[in-house]
């Protein structure tokens, strides 16, 4: 078998579905739309989960569970090569880190990752490390204090 030889099965094709079209297609008209409506007008359809104004599924079940959400530790992100910015010797520290504007806020602590590379040797005090930034700290003779 060759790539032209090749043919759709049987019904995997149909003909499109012409709308509008005079007495024959039996979809002339208001092309199977039926009488005014929102849903005869063009764009118009209802919301799936729409119920007519009654009192939507979703708030009549009673609310359930506990989510732990509210209470999960977030840490600023800072990577290894956004340290650059300091000066050889400086100790980095969060507030240090806000005032130069490389975090908004500190959240619940700083971790530093490992994207990019450090080229000063300065000493970070952040929450959390991963692996890899400490490598690239202590590869450039800076470092890493946990507070």
């Known amino acids: 078998m060759k ?14 579905k012409r709308v509008g079209r005079g007495p024959g297609s039996g979809l002339g008209k208001t092309s ?24 939507p ?15 999960k530790t977030r840490y600023a992100i800072i990577n290894v090569s956004a340290l650059n910015k ?10 240090l ?16 990752l490992g994207n990019g590379k450090l080229e000063k040797k300065l000493t970070i005090q952040a929450s959390k490390f991963s692996t890899s930034a400490l490598e690239k700290i202590k590869e450039a003779g800076s470092k890493a204090e946990v507070i």
């Not at 790539?3 to 499109?16: D, F, P, R, S, V």
């Not at 599924?57 to 209470?71: E, M, Q």
């Not at 300091?86 to 507030?95: L, Q």
Request: charge should be positive.
């Open 57 to 71: 599924l979703y708030r009549r079940l009673p609310k359930r569970g506990f989510s732990n959400d509210l209470f």
């Open 86 to 95: 300091f000066e050889d010797g400086t100790v980095v520290t969060p507030a």
């Open 97 to 112: 880190l806000k005032d130069a504007g490389i975090i908004k806020n500190s959240q619940d602590g700083i971790k530093v």
């Open 32 to 55: 199977g739309r039926g009488q005014k409506g929102q849903k005869a007008r063009s764009g118009g359809n209802v919301n799936p989960v729409f119920e007519g104004g009654q009192l």
């Open 3 to 16: 790539l032209h030889e090749l043919e759709k099965n049987i019904g995997a094709t149909h003909a499109k």
